[in-house]
């Protein structure tokens, strides 16, 4: 299944760098109740390897949202599933897959800062600046990557591939004419 793809970041990298962010997260919110929040279905590994290196109490939520560009060219954020409890007056930090874009993670940020939340971070395993077509940036970046269709460590290509350990870029081929 995985014979055409390259890695672009090892199991090991993204390990390594996942500590650090845990550490940085550890440091930043020490005393603090902090929610989570995973944005589905992309996040989902990064998630649970992060939250696992966390030693401050959390409470996890998982949001299902996709953004759509429609004609408008900001286009419109469609969820389809949000939070079960409000988050009003909590710590919350958003964990991304990756930042293309940026419209998701623009339109996921004014959905939660209506909802006033006591602080707001974005997290995010990827990032490809090449692509932002919005002045989103994120807090933390994992990895800064080029302009590549990515997939592994719960990122997809037609729902495939969301298991490889790694992140790798898959190998078109050329066709001989
Ligand atoms: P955007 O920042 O709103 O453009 O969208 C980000 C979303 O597009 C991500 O959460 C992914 O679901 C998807 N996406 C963008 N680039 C890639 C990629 O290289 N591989 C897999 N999914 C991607
Ligand atoms: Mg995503």
Known sequence: MSENISVLISEEKIKNRIHEIAMQLNEK?????????CTLKGAFVFTADLVRELDIDI??????????????STGTLVMKQSVDKPITNENVIVVEDILDTGRTLKHLSEYFKKQQPKSLMFVTLLDKPDRRVTDIQCDIVGFTIPDKFVVGYG????QQYRNLPYIGVINVQQEVK
């Open 59 to 72: 409470r996890m939520e998982f949001i299902s949202a996709s953004s759509y560009k429609g004609t408008e």
């Open 29 to 37: 919110y020490k005393g603090e109740k902090v929610t989570i929040v």
């Open 155 to 158: 990122l997809d290509y037609d």
